[in-house]
T-cell receptor, first 114, second 110 residues
């Protein structure tokens, strides 16, 4: 049973380009969470999704950021027109149920905007 | 801002000593807490969890204590080893997401 898989592990984008981060949850998990982490800081909640639904996107910037979790395929975090401030590690976690259960994390995608 | 915070950003201990990492939370309605360990360049890894109907839970070399009266959580690591060096986060499960504190960096000196 593979863990949460994120790809790519490292992503370099020039300012103004688009970044697409992928997350495949653990088998049987239908709840996906995205977090952002700056160096030497904690994980900031961005968005919580279930299959085909965004449940809570209160941590997502209002512009340029979007997330989806289609019926088939991985969850995608999309950042349009990236800026240097978007440089961070983005982690995805998945869980079997909504609350009171352990969430498993992927290894993260490190986005560098040059 | 985040509702979960840590008292100490860094902690240095001697190999073999016990480590105690503290965490304060602000939402008295939170009913589930998790400690994660994050090594450099990796994702957070589950260590131990505790539900609000408990005040103590033990794992292998780790113990989590929950004091709901003062909304305080601690992680105790017995006989700390070099492999325990990492950043430790407590997470508070609220509704449908987890909120993390800034983390404590634990360094184990040989």
């Amino acid at each position: 049973n593979a863990g949460v898989m994120q790809n790519p592990r490292h992503l370099v984008r020039r300012r103004g380009q688009e970044a697409r981060l992928r997350c495949s949850p653990m088998k049987g998990h239908s709840h996906v969470y995205w977090y952002r982490q700056l160096p030497e800081e904690g994980l900031k909640f961005m968005v919580y999704l279930q299959k085909e639904n965004i449940i809570d996107e209160s941590g997502m910037p209002k512009e340029r950021f979007s997330a989806e979790f289609p019926k088939e395929g991985p969850s995608i975090l999309r950042i349009q027109q990236v800026v240097r401030g978007d440089s961070a590690a983005y982690f995805c976690a998945s869980s079997y149920q909504k609350t009171n259960t352990e969430a498993f994390f992927g290894q993260g995608t490190r986005l560098t905007v040059v | 801002g985040e509702s979960v915070g840590l008292h100490l950003p860094t902690l240095s201990v001697q190999e073999g000593d016990n480590s105690i990492i503290n965490c304060a939370y602000s939402n008295s309605a939170s009913d589930y807490f998790i400690w994660y360990k994050q090594e450099s360049g990796k994702g957070p890894q589950f260590i131990i969890d505790i539900r609000s109907n408990m005040d103590k839970r033990q794992g292998q070399r780790v113990t989590v204590l929950l004091n709901k009266t003062v909304k305080h959580l601690s992680l105790q690591i017995a006989a700390t080893q070099p492999g325990d060096s990492a950043v430790y986060f407590c997470a508070e499960n609220m509704a449908h997401d987890m909120r993390f504190g800034a983390g404590t960096r634990l360094t184990v000196k040989p």
